[in-house]
């Protein structure tokens, strides 16, 4: 009898992406309509200094929204990227790259995932399924890791 041999896929991408605040977004755009508003009328009207400063105050604000609701995007947006012998994790400017064979054990809780490594390959790794993002990607995802976890330790189907 012959012993099964693991099967050789290509590289597989994940992303898996934040939904983006409507009600965040929605509010930085009213602040920004209302500064803008007040701007105007302030400056035809010869209104005081004051209603100059509130108007600043309302397009910094929602300016700083928008701000930081693209920045928290793009720090919550994780790209996997699986081939043969690496799964690698981007996460914001940082990427994590782990040896299929230096995976120890993988964990879920909830919407984290945890790939716990043996010892001496560094720490754990961990994917966080982020708010409003999808959760076929993330079932897709888990599914690709057990197989590939699965052909690099010899398990597979037989041919």
Known sequence: MTRPRPSR???QSFVLRPQ?????LGAAAASVLAGAVLLVLAGSYDWPVLAFVAAGALLVTGLALVTLASLAYWRLRQTLVLDDEVLTVRRGAGERRLRWSDIERVTLHGDRLMLVTRS???????VVRPAG???RTFTALLTAIRRRLDANRGHGNLE
């Open 120 to 126: 001496g390959a560094g720490e754990p790794a961990e």
């Open 133 to 135: 993002s999808s959760p």
């Open 20 to 24: 983006l605040s409507v009600s965040v």
């Open 9 to 11: 896929a290509g590289p």
